[in-house]
């Protein structure tokens, strides 16, 4: 399992899902670690060898959201203080779903 936030930041992570008698190799050092996290943008390696000697070699790229936007369309009021304006703002970029917090 892996992925990133909707931050964009560096805040990756790769969680390997392996057995205790299982030996991990990542690209860069850290053996043995099964979950990495605080990663940016990059490709990562990783080799799992068993208590059998077998290995098999996986690559992870992690790819950060684009960054949030927002399209605004306003509305005018038709006349001052009827209330009839409004303002509509549509979100593109980030991570689905999009939750809108209270200000």
Do not use: Q
């Not at 790229?61 to 306003?74: G, H, N, Q, V, Y």
């Not at 009839?84 to 200000?103: F, K, Q, R, V």
């Amino acid at each position: 399992m892996w992925g990133y936030s909707e931050l964009a930041g560096n805040d990756g992570f790769i969680v390997l899902d392996s057995v205790a008698w299982m030996n991990i190799f990542w690209n860069g050092g850290n053996p043995n670690i099964k979950t990495r996290t605080n990663l940016p943008h990059d490709i990562y390696s990783v080799l799992i060898t068993n208590s059998n000697g077998c290995s098999d070699a996986l690559t992870i790229e992690l790819i950060a959201p684009i960054e949030i936007e927002f399209i605004t369309i306003i509305k005018e009021e038709v006349c001052f203080g009827d209330e009839s304006g409004t303002i509509n703002l549509n979100p593109t970029g980030g991570s689905l779903p999009y939750i809108p917090e209270p200000d």
